[in-house]
């Protein structure tokens, strides 16, 4: 596909091969070699601060990076329409992509065994961030070298929206950025506007109010909601069941999902701990106290109005339900409204749908006289580079990961794939800001209102925990809250489970 230098400073050589050289390849690849990534490939040319932008961004010309990364939309994108990033540097980027669970299990092995098969990372926030934090590159060094090329917008906290360069790149200080946020998934409010409309007169009969999503729309509300829906569908209407949650497999995202519910009243966080930055020593948690065993409850009564296949649906299941029309709510993650708008496929399309913020807290359930707030969390997914590689193949990364993050970058992949963008700067665009409202040709924008207007800035967002063993925690999570919804324990067995499985795991 793209040529194999004759003079690289690096060769790509095989597994077996490596293996046989001890690691230790350094002299028998030839002058210069450091840290050999298997399928990589580096050749330099020498630029000084006072060369042309031309000539530092093709100063790897001949090179080859691998990327592992998620298979989200902006990584599909970016893959299949590498030609540009190529022109301009002549650098070869292999972009390898898998379910989140096989990347962090892929990556992590990689991260910690000291070798650089792959020099750039999709550094999910807590499931790979957190527990991988020290062995990622610090992008700050690269970002104030003047024989590198920089993003005329800048990497500070500022050409980002709010939050997502603290939560994909700062882990437990504020002294390194191990990441630049990449795409992003942010919860909010999915909904059948028709269905609203259609039985907003009978709900407000029954319950003195409108059938509608806003603003101030409560958890208890959303359970009316749901309630309502699964009444009608019992007295034989041909309505879909009103809301389901995610309690699937994947347990990060059941996490996620009763963490908003908790935030939301009270903003109650499961540590005492910086929710941004997170906490190599979190401490005891706050699992078992009034709030969760309370908010427990309500969850659990929650599952009883559900989708019947509730325990069986993780995110990309509970998205298919609703595109199927089995529901008429999800609070899902903002990344999806692409494909719930393609009429090819989905029977929500079509203006049928609408995006809200999560729900907010119902003041009456709230129990350490916290505030009342539309508690919304997220994956912030940042592009990272393994600090085991070369200095040459890190530096060749941030070039990448420059391209890969900038405005017209993100700009194409929301254009093409319906990506999710992390540059304040995207949204002043005009066929962007004209896109937000119906007929839009980019649906992903249909929601920017609810996650980036709201969601994303405070009181309402909530990130954490951000701790070394975040993928032990939500496992233990994933399997108390299953337990408590399918009735083999209640809300406080529950609760008080997870305190002492997480307080074990922090050895207190």
């Not at 916290?370 to 997220?378: I, K, Q, R, S």
């Not at 093409?416 to 980019?442: F, H, N, W, Y």
């Amino acid at each position: 596909m793209f040529r194999v230098p004759r003079d690289p400073l690096y060769r790509s050589i095989s597994r077996r091969r490596f293996l046989e050289l001890g690691g230790g390849a350094a002299t028998a690849l030839g002058a210069g070699s450091i840290a050999v990534g298997l399928n990589s490939v580096i050749t330099r040319r020498p630029v000084y601060a006072a060369s042309s932008d031309d000539a530092k961004w093709k100063q790897y010309a001949g090179s080859k990076l691998v990327f592992m990364s998620e298979n989200t939309p902006p990584s599909f994108a970016i893959r299949d329409n590498l030609k540009p990033f190529y022109d301009l540097t002549g650098i070869e980027v292999e972009i390898l992509t898998d379910d989140l669970p096989v990347v962090q299990q892929k990556v992590g092995i990689d991260l910690r065994s000291g070798k650089a098969d792959f020099h750039l990372n999709y550094v999910q926030d807590k499931p790979i961030g957190a527990p991988f934090a020290d062995f990622y590159a610090d992008l700050m060094r690269f970002a104030g070298d003047d024989t590198l090329p920089q993003d005329p917008e800048g990497v500070a906290d500022e050409a980002w929206f709010e939050n997502f360069l603290t939560a994909c790149g700062r882990m437990y200080s504020g002294e390194r950025i191990i990441a630049f946020p990449y795409d992003c998934a942010v919860a909010c409010t999915f909904y059948r506007q028709d269905l609203f409309e259609k039985y907003s007169k009978d709900f407000e009969a029954d319950h003195g109010y409108r059938l509608e999503f806003t603003p101030d729309t409560t958890w208890k509300q959303l359970y009316e909601f749901a309630a309502f829906f699964k009444k009608l569908r019992e007295a034989g209407q041909d309505v879909p069941y009103g809301y389901a949650q995610h309690h699937g497999s994947f347990a990060w995202t059941t996490q996620l999902d009763i963490q908003r519910m908790l935030f939301a009243h009270g903003r109650w966080i499961d540590f005492d701990i910086d929710d941004k930055l997170g906490s190599k020593t979190p401490g005891p948690t706050n699992w078992g106290d009034e709030t969760s065993v309370f908010i427990m409850e309500k969850f659990r009564e929650q599952a009883e109005v559900c989708h019947p296949d509730n325990l069986a649906n993780g995110t990309l299941q509970l998205n298919t339900v609703y595109q199927a029309g089995q529901i008429a709510m999800q609070v899902q993650y903002h990344e999806f409204a692409a494909s719930i708008e393609d009429e090819n496929t989905s029977r929500a399309a079509g203006g049928k749908t609408a995006y809200a913020a999560c729900p907010k807290g119902e003041p009456s359930w709230i129990k350490n006289g916290g505030p009342a707030v539309n508690g919304c969390n997220c994956g912030i997914g940042g592009i990272g580079i393994n600090a085991n590689a070369s200095e040459d193949l890190q530096r060749a990364a941030y070039i990448f990961a420059v391209w890969a993050t900038s405005r017209d970058t993100q700009f194409n992949v929301l254009k093409g794939v319906g990506g999710t963008p992390t540059r304040k700067s995207v949204l002043d665009i005009p066929e962007v800001q004209a896109a937000r409202q119906r007929p839009t040709s980019m649906p992903n924008a249909l929601t920017f209102e609810a996650v980036y207007d709201i969601g994303i800035r405070d009181p309402n967002f909530v990130l954490g925990p951000k701790i070394p063993e975040a993928n032990e925690y939500h496992q233990i999570i994933l399997t108390e809250v299953q337990k408590c919804v399918s009735g083999k324990q209640t809300a406080e067995e529950a609760c008080l489970a997870i305190k002492e499985q997480v307080d074990d795991l922090h050895d207190l």
